[in-house]
């Protein structure tokens, strides 16, 4: 039994109206990469909160075994005492300190009540080499990068002798680069004997790294796999045992014809709010036709989502530019204006920026067209209710009810309140950024098609993405940006990754 | 058959359980102010719970309950206001000077002083959403300000005595109808209309939302639990009005305080206003980016504040029948305990009208029980202030367990 280093058993966890994990098992080999994944709302999540003690014992059954020994962790602090550290998706490290600061940040080093700076610089250095992170221990942490970031999380970790790392998500918000790096770090520190948890929708990641895979269904285990044995799983494998049926197609292409010209942005161009001299969106020019999704591809920090937002109303100051909605010239100055006109914005952010994680589905769902559902500033709430329930039908979102909090969601069903919202304030154009991050394979595929009926009913969709393919599956046409400004564009039938990728990093066609 | 009862009967127990558990705050604010009544009432030998008393808790009451209202939406919103204290002394001495100097009818002083507190509503929330200066140093300077201006007002001498209707805002019960018209104590018919009226109401409305509910299919309490519920309520409704109904009657400002909770809750159950200043508070960013006018809400808000200060200015030196100088000391405090005893959250975003009226009630009895014990003012101060923390905890540590 105890060749495992993690064993829990029978866990089952409930709130109120959902059993979010139910007699869920889940066994893990010292050493190795384990990687978890399910839809959206499967468990995931929950059960490594229940793991690090964020859910405390006794607020659920079943039982957790570490190196054979059973634990009843009441605290986070327990659970790190057995050497569990958990990386949450939303990183907790503090913006304003400094690298070392972070590290040691509770135990910091030294005697007594003084802190030894020099102890614990070098410290820090031994651990940020051993993770080839080349940045200065002094430096704050709001000036990196958030791929070395996540770095720092995982150091912190090691630096707290964690044994047994868990990591939620940890490459949604990265580039391709970034995540690349992560990866072989991962690895690096499994050969180590470091064992490593990992959950993640991205399914090509999974089966490049992990050494097992358990598969997670509506809170119940579907199975463990092997991925060096002769049960080893490939792509469409993995996404049977998490959906319960074959998904054969990835991108449902619908062939649109573009009509005329809807939005004309000329010029645009946006100063880059550190540094006056620089302009972070710079003379950017481009039109979007009804019926058509416009796929906007570029780095992460190329300046997309800078331009969408400051298009909007919501972003720092505009040196230039003009914008031209069906030849109406646009005067936008917020995101009233930007909505009156018939724009909508779906975020990247969507917990810091597209919902009020306190207030339920429904009063999320309409916060952004409250002027439609009501008369006379009196909210007809009738139809709220009555549109709310459309949209979690509609687009399945997961939820006991419409007058469940956002934040008792899942990552993903939350992104899909936050499309649900932009859709009932019934767009002419809208703006997706990075419309399916943490989104589950299946649920991502229900996106693309009501994106192709928003077309069909002749909304225009700017679509903002780190996943070429995905860009490339959807787009009708692609324009790419390269540190602000506009580097091309790709009709969808010649677009290709690699040329994409050329433009992205600066490069120019043939 | 029998079993099928059992397995019901249990099943609502079970519920019970849980809505216990997942209503603690709720139901901690109602236990603790019958706790504190209990506790007073037995060191006072009774004379907490006579009429007179509770009648005179009830006019104590008010001022800090509708400072409240107001000062709900001001935390829910993400801001505080340290200056409602003096500006209620302030607009109180404005009042007073414009009758008892100028001779102005009262119905003309009560236009000119709400209009007063809107005025300082809107200097203070010019600051705080065009300028973006934090309503935390823009309220203490209204607070610093607003006294210097009350003092500089009245030359630190008493200002009285005000006309007989101006003081029934403050004083005067609404009048008896038909039966004991020439008593002045005992049973009261408009007030029992009144209470009628508002139970009837209370029923009525708790029925529509059952079925409203129901047919979309939410939950709802078994049959049994909500009919204990509404008994419940019901009895509490009547507790409170029968202690009016059977002395002098409703006071007129508990009637301005019923029709302003009324109001508020309205607002923020059912208008777009209500719905953005939760949303603003909650999260700012997301509320900016849904096309929420924040700097005009956030006027809103304290205009609000203002004008709400300015009537209970009104209601308090009515109280008085007079104007002094250090009217309204230490008002922002009562009022922001109340808030946050209420269940509002520190963090914005989260905070109910009615809970601020449960807290006021709370603060109100506190002084008043302690008055009737002569507790000097100086241990007063010390109990409020444990009781604040005492309670914040007790809030604080009750959410996160059932987070
Ligand atoms: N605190 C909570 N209160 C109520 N329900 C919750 C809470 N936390 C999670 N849930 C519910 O439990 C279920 C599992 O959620 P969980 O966050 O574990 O999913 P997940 O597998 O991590 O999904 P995703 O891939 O979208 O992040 C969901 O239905 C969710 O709504
Ligand atoms: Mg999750």
Redesign the interface.
């Known amino acids: 039994m105890s060749d495992h280093i993690l064993e829990m058993k029978n866990i089952v966890k409930e709130f109120?109206?959902v059993r979010a994990l139910d007699n869920v098992s889940f066994q893990v080999k010292p050493g190795e990469i384990h990687a978890l994944v399910g839809e959206n709302g499967a468990g995931k999540s929950t059960l490594i909160k229940v793991l690090s003690g964020v859910h405390p014992n006794g607020s659920y059954q079943g039982q957790i075994h570490v190196d054979g020994q059973e634990q009843r962790f009441l605290h986070i602090k327990d659970s790190e005492n057995v050497g569990i550290a958990v990386i949450y998706q939303e990183l907790g490290l503090v913006p304003q300190m400094s690298v070392v600061e972070n590290l040691f940040l509770g135990a910091e080093k030294g005697r007594a009540y003084r802190i030894d700076w020099d102890v614990a610089n070098t410290e820090a250095l031994k651990y940020l080499k051993e993770l080839r992170l080349d940045v200065s221990p002094k430096a704050l942490i709001r000036n990196l990068g958030i791929g070395k970031q996540q770095l720092v999380e995982i150091a912190k970790a090691l630096a707290k002798k964690a044994r047994i790392l868990v990591l939620d998500e940890p490459t949604a918000a990265l580039n391709e680069q970034d995540s690349a790096n992560l990866l072989s770090i991962l690895r690096e520190l499994r050969d180590r004997g470091v064992t490593c948890i990992y959950i993640s929708h991205k399914l090509g990641e999974v089966l490049e790294i992990a050494d097992t895979v358990t598969v997670l269904r509506d809170g119940k285990t579907i199975g463990t796999r092997d991925m060096h044995g002769p049960e080893r799983l490939d792509e469409a494998g993995i996404v049977s045992l998490m959906v319960g049926r074959e998904l054969t197609e990835r991108f449902p292409r619908v062939e649109h014809t573009p009509g005329e010209v809807v939005l004309q942005v000329r010029d645009w161009s946006v100063q880059d709010p550190e540094n006056s001299e620089k302009r972070i969106v710079d003379n950017v020019s481009f039109d979007v036709r009804k019926g058509e999704i416009l796929g906007v591809a570029g780095l992460m920090g190329a300046g997309r989502t800078e331009l969408m937002m400051s298009l909007?109303g919501?972003y720092g100051k505009r040196l230039s530019g003009t914008m031209l909605l069906n030849g109406q010239q646009l005067n936008i100055r917020?995101?009233?204006d930007?909505?009156?006109a018939g724009l909508a914005?779906v975020?990247e952010d969507r917990k810091?920026?597209?919902?009020?994680?306190?207030?339920d589905v429904r009063?999320n769902t309409?916060?952004?067209a409250?002027?439609y559902l009501?008369r006379f500033?009196?909210?007809n709430?009738?139809e709220e209710?009555r549109r709310a329930?459309e949209y979690v039908k509609s687009l399945r979102i997961k939820t006991p009810?419409i007058?469940q909090k956002v934040k008792n969601l899942s990552g993903g069903n939350q992104q899909k309140v936050v499309l649900g919202?932009w859709m009932l304030t019934n767009p002419k154009v809208l703006i997706l950024d990075e419309p399916t991050r943490g989104i589950d394979i299946g649920a991502k595929f229900e996106i693309y098609n009501i994106m192709n009926d928003l077309v069909e009913k002749g909304v225009c969709i700017v679509m903002i993405s780190s996943e070429l393919p995905e860009v490339l599956g959807m787009s009708d046409r692609v324009i790419v940006i390269h540190q602000g400004r506009l580097n091309g564009e790709l009709h969808w039938s010649e677009a290709t990754q690699e040329k994409t990728m050329l433009l992205a990093t600066g490069g120019t066609e043939k | 058959m029998s079993r099928s009862i059992d397995g019901q009967a249990s099943a609502s127990m079970q519920i019970l359980q849980n809505q216990l558990k997942h209503n603690v705050r709720q139901y901690a604010m109602f236990i603790a102010l019958i706790g504190i009544g209990i506790i007073f009432t037995v060191l006072t030998n009774g004379i907490f719970l006579s009429p007179r008393n509770l009648s005179n808790l009830l006019l104590q009451t008010s001022f800090i309950a509708i400072l409240s209202v107001g000062m709900v939406l001001v935390i829910v919103g993400g801001h505080i206001d340290l200056s409602v204290g003096s500006i209620v002394g302030f607009t109180g001495a404005f009042a007073a000077i414009l009758q008892v100097n100028y001779g102005y009818s009262t119905l003309t002083v009560v236009v000119l002083t709400l209009g007063l507190g809107a005025v300082i509503g809107v200097w203070q929330g010019f600051w705080i959403a065009y300028r973006l200066v934090p309503a935390f140093i823009v309220t203490l300077a209204g607070m610093l300000i607003f006294r210097g201006a009350l003092i500089a007002l009245t030359g630190g001498q008493t200002i009285a005595p005000l006309e007989p209707a101006f003081r029934a805002i403050g004083q005067g019960y609404i009048p008896r109808l038909f039966v004991n018209t020439e008593a002045t104590s005992g049973f009261h018919d408009l007030s029992f209309i009144v209470a009628l009226l508002a139970i009837a109401g209370f029923i009525f409305f708790e029925m529509k939302t059952r079925l409203r509910r129901k047919r979309h299919g939410f939950s709802n309490l078994p049959v049994p639990l909500f009919v204990a519920k509404i008994v419940a309520v019901a009895a509490m409704l009547w507790m409170f009005f029968s202690v009016m109904v059977n002395y002098r009657g409703i006071p007129y400002s508990i009637m301005i305080l019923m029709a302003l909770v009324l109001l508020f809750v309205y607002i923020t159950n059912n208008t777009t206003f209500g719905r953005h200043v939760y949303a603003i508070g909650g999260n700012r960013e997301a509320a900016l980016l849904s096309g929420i006018n924040i700097k005009r809400k956030t006027m809103a808000i304290f205009v609000i504040m203002g004008a709400l200060s300015g009537l209970a200015g009104l209601v308090f030196t009515a109280r008085l029948n007079s104007a002094t100088a250090s009217a309204g000391n230490l008002f922002e405090l009562d009022t922001i305990a109340a808030v946050f005893i209420g269940g509002t959250s520190m963090r914005g975003g989260e905070g109910t009208i009615v809970g601020a009226i449960v807290g006021a009630l709370v603060m109100a009895s506190l002084n008043n029980g302690m008055g009737l014990m002569n507790v000097s003012s100086e241990y007063q101060l010390i109990v409020k202030g444990l009781i604040l923390v005492l309670a914040v905890w007790f809030d604080i540590s009750s959410r996160s367990n059932n987070a």
Request: proline share 5%; charged share 20%; glycine share 10%.
């Open positions: 109120p109206g909007f919501a917020s995101p009233l930007a909505i009156r914005y975020t810091g920026k597209g919902l009020v994680l306190g207030m009063e309409s916060l952004a409250l002027k009501s500033s009196i909210i709430r009738l209710i329930e009810s007058e919202k």
